[in-house]
């Protein structure tokens, strides 16, 4: 599928048909996270597979979700920040939840490249689905991801796509305007490159 294909097609889905999902699928999808961006090439995430359909339907009730319960399979993308803030104090912290959205955002697309469906899914008890699924302590869950075929007949919420112009600045915060070639009142303008 064309990337900006997929990029279209990605969507929140909240209702999957019965049919199973190829755990191998699941698999290509986060073996493709590992092509994104990690600081100083450090990758610190972890995946968890959930495909025992009494655990998805435990944990749909702690993200008190319900729909959950009609996915085939849940991937819990986790992170350990220890590697990362020995690397780079505080900060690593930062550069931790920034590459996993990155990776739950190329987890996503693949997803769709592969004719599977899914959401994210950020609404959780931490400490409940740590102890459930054993997940040590230091280790922080990023998302819970619910993977199947979507249902057609489950009522759709409209998309609603911000205005590009909403959601820009130029040169600094609050100018939404591109500066001209000759700006009033210069005459040699050169937008810094």
Not at 63 to 84: A, G, K, M, R, Y
Not at 91 to 103: K, L, N
Request: proline share 3%.
């Amino acid at each position: 599928m064309e990337f900006d294909s997929v990029i279209k097609k990605r969507k929140s889905v909240r209702g999957f048909t019965k049919k199973k999902t190829s755990w191998k699928d699941v698999l290509e999808a986060i073996d493709a996270t590992s092509n994104g961006p990690f600081a100083g090439n450090q990758n610190n995430l972890k995946f968890l597979i959930v495909e025992n359909k009494e655990i998805i339907k435990e944990i749909a009730g702690f993200c008190e979700q319900l729909w959950i319960n009609e996915s085939s399979i849940l991937v819990l993308v986790l992170s350990d920040d220890t590697h990362l803030e020995n690397i780079y104090g505080e900060r690593g912290r930062v550069y931790s939840r920034q590459q996993a959205g990155a990776a739950i955002v190329t987890l996503l697309f693949k997803l769709v490249d592969l004719g599977l469906s899914a959401c994210w899914v950020g609404a959780y008890s931490d400490e409940i689905v740590k102890e459930k699924l054993k997940i040590p302590q230091h280790i922080q869950i990023e998302a819970i991801i619910p993977v199947g075929h979507e249902n057609n007949s489950v009522q759709k919420r409209d998309r609603i796509k911000r205005s590009l112009e909403s959601s820009l600045y130029w040169e600094e915060w609050n100018k939404t305007r591109r500066p001209t070639l000759f700006e009033e009142g210069k005459e040699d303008y050169n937008p810094p490159s």
